[in-house]
Nanobody, 127 residues
Framework: QLQLVEFGGGLVQPGGSLRLSCVVS????????IGWFRQAPGKEREGVSC????????NYADSVKGRFTISRDNVKNTVILQMNSLNAEDTGVYYC????????????????????WGQGTQVTVSS
C-alpha cells in the first residue's frame, strides 16, 4: 500500500533551521517525482519544492530559493527538505506528495500533478 509519512516539524526561532523527511512506502521512490507543499492558516496550499524521478531535477518556489534544499535517498525511500533561515512566513503544515505517473522527469509545483499525499507536519517559526 502506497503511503507517505512526514517527520521533522516543530517550533523554531526565526533564523533557525529544520529538516523535514518524507518516508515513502509501497512504491519505488526512484521512479517518481516528489513535491513538498505547505499550507498556512487561512491560505491555500502552495508548492514549496519538488524533485523529479531519475535525474533529480529540482524546482523551488521563489519565496524559498536559496534557503531550502530538497534531496532524496533512494535506498531509504526518503525525500529530505532542509530548511534554513526560517521566518514567520514559513509557518504552516508541510505536506509531501507523490506524482503517481512514473518516469516523467517532470518537477512541477502544481498541486494537481500529485495524486498521493501525506498527513502533514506542523512547522511553526516564532520567537
Amino acid at each position: 500500500q502506497l503511503q507517505l509519512v512526514e517527520f521533522g516539524g516543530g517550533l523554531v526561532q526565526p533564523g533557525g533551521s529544520l529538516r523535514l523527511s518524507c518516508v515513502v512506502s509501497g512504491v519505488t521512490l526512484y521512479s517518481h517525482t516528489i513535491g513538498w507543499f505547505r499550507q498556512a492558516p487561512g491560505k491555500e496550499r502552495e508548492g514549496v519544492s519538488c524533485i523529479s524521478d531519475r535525474r533529480d531535477i529540482t524546482n523551488y518556489a521563489d519565496s524559498v530559493k536559496g534557503r531550502f534544499t530538497i534531496s532524496r535517498d533512494n535506498v531509504k525511500n526518503t525525500v529530505i527538505l532542509q530548511m534554513n533561515s526560517l521566518n514567520a512566513e514559513d509557518t504552516g503544515v508541510y505536506y509531501c506528495a507523490l506524482d503517481s505517473r512514473p518516469y516523467t522527469t517532470i518537477c512541477t509545483l502544481a498541486r494537481g500533478r500529485y495524486a498521493f499525499w501525506g498527513q502533514g507536519t506542523q512547522v511553526t517559526v516564532s520567537s
